[in-house]
């Protein structure tokens, strides 16, 4: 069982940054792709990024193209999100994910989840 911890959230003018971390709790992180997602108020959970497990290959949603970046750890078991010149419509509570590929990650079909952190941009 991987269990997934999130930090780094909190509210942040608009045009400003913001580091997300992820910190996984087993060793099976290093062979897992990860992804993060979103889920605003009101709104369906949809998704964000994703990294395959080596760090290699990062998909995006076109949302958040040329803003974010997804990287991660595997000596630290530890995933980050970096956004930057954020705006008020990526306000949301923002997940941690994982699973074995990363295509089940870009199709919203992780296996594990975190519990999430809340990301509030004003403008």
């Known amino acids: 069982q991987v269990q997934l911890v999130e930090s780094g959230g909190g509210s942040v003018q608009a045009g400003g940054s913001l580091r997300l971390s992820c910190a996984a709790s087993e060793r099976t992180f290093r062979t897992n792709a990860m992804g993060w997602f979103r889920q605003a108020p009101g709104k369906e959970r949809d998704f964000v990024a994703a990294?395959?497990?080596?760090?290699?290959?990062?998909n995006y949603a076109d949302s958040v193209k040329g803003r974010f970046t997804i990287s991660r750890d595997n000596a630290k078991s530890t995933m980050y999100l970096q956004m930057t010149s954020l705006k008020p419509e990526d306000t949301a509570d923002y997940y941690c994910?994982?699973?074995?590929?990363?295509?089940?990650?870009?199709?919203?079909?992780?296996?594990?989840w975190g519990q999430g952190t809340q990301v509030t941009v004003s403008s």
């Open positions: 994910a994982a699973a074995d590929t990363i295509t089940k990650i870009s199709t919203g079909l992780p296996r594990y």
């Open positions: 990294i395959s497990w080596n760090g290699v290959v990062t």
